[in-house]
Structures are given as C-alpha cells and as structure tokens.
C-alpha cells in the first residue's frame, strides 16, 4: 500500500517541526527519511501512525485520507528503538496482542503467532518474558508483532540504534531479507545513519531542518547530490567554494576542468568530490595544499590537505609512505568524479 | 563496599561453631573483642549505633504494647487468666463491631482502589491543563487529618448541612433527604474519600514509570483505550495497587477519627469499641483485649499482603 504526505505540517506551540511535506512511498517500497536528529524525520513518521496531528495537510495510506483516524484504526506496524515490548506477557502473547485486539479467532491467532516467531527466528523464544532476551532478540519480537496483524504498511523508527555494531549489521541483513519474503509491504524507515539508508532503502528522502532535502535512490544522491547538506549528510563530500569562468572552475589558483552545464559564468559554486574518488600525485584536476592531519585507518589512510584555506580530505588505500605532517603535496580527481552544486553553506566535517 | 555483607556474617559464622582457623578468629563477635583496634571494635560500634534507635522503640512502642497485652490477661477480679478474652469473644457488641469494621475496611478498600485507579488514570494519561497541580495537591491531601474529611461531609451533608438546607429551601419541607452520615455508609464515603490518595500515589508513580511508547504500541496494534487500560496499564499498575490498598485496609481497620466525627452511634468498630470499653466503662482489660485482636488483624493482613506479594514477584 502507498503512503503519500500531501503537505504535511506539524507545528507544537507555534514551532514548526515538519514543514509542508511532499512525498510518496510507492506499494513494496523501502522509503529511507535519513537526516539529523531534529530534522523532522521521526515527526513525519508519527504523523503516519497517527501519534501527532498535521496542523495542515493530508496523509494518505493507498486511497485512504487517514489524517483524522486514530491510530487503531491505521492498521499499521511500527517498531520502535527502544522496543516498546509489553513486560508483563511473554513472547508469544506479545506478538499476539495485534491479533486479540482485534477480536481474532483463537486457531488463527496461533497460526499467525507462529508465523511471524518463524520469520524472525524467535519460535524457541515464545514462552520467555521481554526481561530474559538480549537486546537484538527483544527487536526481533518487537518486528514480529507488528507483522503480526500483516500490515500493509510497516513504520521502523530507528529501529537498530539501540544495537551495537556487529549485531546492527546482521538485523540490517534480517530487514532485508524480510522484505524479501514480504514484497507487498510499504516500508518506512527513519534513521541518522547513512549506512542503514544506503543498504536498505529503494529510495531515500533527506531531511533537515523540517524540511525534505532531497529524495532520490542511494545511487542518485550519492553520485549527484541536489544540494550541499545531501552531499554532506549522504556519503560525507569534499566541498568546496569556487567560481566558474566560461569553462571550468577555480579554486584558489587551481584551474580545475569538470562539466559546468547549469552553472552561470563567473558564478559562485560549491565543488562536490567524494574523498575516496581523490587520487594522490599528479592528475586531471589538480590540487596543491599542506597535509594538515593525517589518519591511518587499517585498509585506508585519511589525509586532511589544507588546500587555499579549504580543507580537503581525500581516501586513499592504505598508503606504503604515508608524507609526514606538515608536507606539501599533490592530490586530484577526475572530472567525471565531481559535481558542481549552487552555492551554499558547505556541510560539516567529519 | 564488598566486605561488609562478610563482615557482618562473620559473627554468626563464628557463633555457629568453633573458630576454624586462627585468621579467622580476628573476626569474632563484638563483645568478645575488646576495646582494642580491628574489626571487632568496628563491630561493636557498629552496634552502639544501633543501641539508640533499639531503646527508643522498646520504651515508646514494645513496652506499652506489651502493656496492653498484659493488662488484657489481668481481668478486674484480680490473677491472670484468659477471662477477658472469653468475655470478649462471647458478646454480641464484639462480634458485632468485628464484623463491622472488617467489612468497612474492605468496602472502604475496594472503593479507594477503583475510584484512585481512575482518577489516577485521568491525572497521568489524560492530558489537561493543571493536572500537575493536582496531583501535587494529592501529596498535601495524604497531610490532612482525617477528620477534615468527616468535617466537610458534615457541612455538605449533614443533618443542617448545606444539601440538606438547599432541599428544605426549595421544597419547604421539614427536613431535608440527606441523611446517610451517621449510617456504616457515611462512613463508608468519608473512608473512600480520605483514603482514596493513599492509593493514587503509589498508583501516579507507578503510571510515570510507564514507557509510552508501550501504549502508542498497543494503539498501533489497533487497541482501543479501554483495552490497553486491561491489558497493559492495569498488569504494570497491580504492584502500586497491592502497595497501596494493602495500606488503606490497615489505615481502614483503625480509622478512629472518621467514626467519631460521623457520629454515627449505629456504626461500632473494633477502635470504637475499646474507646467505649476504656473511656466509658472502664473496662480496662476488655478495652486491651480488643486492642490486642485489633493489632492482630492488622499484622496479619500486613503478612498475609507480604506473603502474597513476594509470590506475585513483586
């Protein structure tokens, strides 16, 4: 089933935490809303389960207006980051807490609390309290029992962040792999991490500031960001303030040679370059700056090169001589690797 | 930190049997050691501390309960003997009270549950302005006396009271249709009125402890309100509520100023009744002896709601 926010604002006290927000999640889609926290992101996905009201707008699930329903009546599962499992029941009478409320026959209750304990991995789990599991199995019941009541429309709010890093990887390949097994399900998924956006999502709609950044597949945005905070928040890009005579660019007293089709002559614009797309020593485009840091990261090194009072920071595999602190060196990239954004505020640092 | 439940232990150990090895012995129980440096001594200390708090409730509370117990055994005609109690238990007036007072109590019990289970509810989970403020103003309420209650049910319905002077007013009739105050039920509504905070709030910690998401979980699920109330606030809230109407039935039990103020000469409890045996008969040992069944139910039911608690795991 589609999800689709037409406009949707959501204001508390006057301040407006999600503004006019346009986009739809296509029947089977996994819809990824990456951005910071405060960014809006988990508002629109309350404003789908029907936790907070739009101040304006609709929300529509498939033909459906639900803006004004409640949120038993959505039909739709969520899990939470914190879990959210009722303590006081065990495994099996949480995943079938969906199916009683809504009057289910007792035969086909068992049937489906199977089911879904099967699908997470959790049927030797069912007599057990919330309190006796680890944390990756307590959110595997939780996503059990909202497949449970077989939602059209599956709602994941940071649904890995309480995991630690090993056990976050292997639920990102459980989400994918129940997708799989449940194409007809519409999902959306928020999260600050690029890495869960980028593995799971078909698409991915940025946000910051209570606004829609950009929204595009992992691809589209990592390969051709629409705006500086989507290069920066997806992929973590090298930009840089330049001017574009007639052909080119300029920064400092480089003349870098990329396609500078949209861009006005003699404009100001920001040069988006993944690190790990620039190369060391002589090259197309080329850069000259002081090594201001240097970091070895196992498979790569890390280099900061202060470049005309820009710090640009470049990827490269793990290096046999590493230049020292302070040298001066060379670094490019090649024009097809660069993408020229309108000018704006460059993104953060990582 | 980690030593101390060793230490402490460790007389008991000693005591048990003779010193195993000589390192131990260092350890042995405090009179033993002396006044000289080493965990004795700490020990010894540790129990002069204890001596104060000890003495204080052995002067101003064992040693007049175990007065009362006494004097119970001393009837008037002089010796010991178990008289007094037989003539308790033989009348009327005692069976009668005991009856009352435990039904009261229950009633009172019940009524407080459902009723602070509620307004606890509307307080935590029904968002309107001043709900802070009221349930700050729970906390001062458990502070009032009991009698305040008995006093404003009087002024509203009484026998002159202001229900009652309304009714006349308007229909000119003698007198007015309210008068409840001096039957088992007015006391039975000044109980609930009273002890009903007594139960919201263990029952308002309780519902601040409650993860919403929980609740907007079970809504997703498609749970109306009254089924996550059954089936998800109330299992969380059975704790708070055992807690708190175990405190009420015992409050209820010995409630004296409640009756008293009622007026109610109908409705005899087991305080009532040594009131009545001590002050106006001064039926020294029949007052002890119901004292004494009085505590007796109130430390029983006090074990009965631990016993049941541990069970339920609380």
Redesign the interface.
Known sequence: MSIRFDSVTVAYDGNVVLDALDLTVAPGEVMALLGPSGSGKTTALRAV???VRPASGRVLLGERDVTDL?????????V?Q?Y??????RVEDNVA??L???KTPKAEIRRRVAEALEMTGMAAYARRHPRELSGGQQQRV?IA??LA?RPAVL?LDEPLSALDARLRSGMLAELARLHRELPEVSILYVTHDQMEALTLADRIAVMDKARLQACGTPQELYRAPANAFTASFVGNANLLPVTVPARGAVLGDAELTLDTAGAAAGARATLCVRPHLVGLGEGPNRLTGTVREIQWRGATHRLYVDVAGHTVRADLPELREAPAHGERITVHFAPEDAVLLAAGVSGDEH | MNTEPALRAAPAHDAAGPAPEPGRTNRTAPGAAGAGPGPGSRAARRLLWALPPVALLALFFLHPLALVVRQSLQPDGGGTSLQPYTDVFASAAFREALWTTVWIALAATAGCLVLGFLLALVIAFVPFPGAKALARFVDVFLSFPSFLITLALLFLYGRTGMANGLWTQATGAAHGPFDFLTTPWGVLLAEVTYFTPFVMRPLLAAFAQLDTAQLEAAGSLGARAPHIVRRIILPEALPALAAGGSLVLVLCLNEFGIVLFTGAKGVTTLPMLVYGKAILESDYPGACAVAVVNVLISVGLYGLYRVVSRRAGA
Do not use: T
Request: charged share 15%.
């Open positions: 389960a029907g936790f409640p949120p038993h009546r959505r039909g739709i599962g969520m939470v914190q959210a499992l009722f303590p006081h029941l807490f969906g009683k409320a809504r939780a029992r909202a009541i709602l």
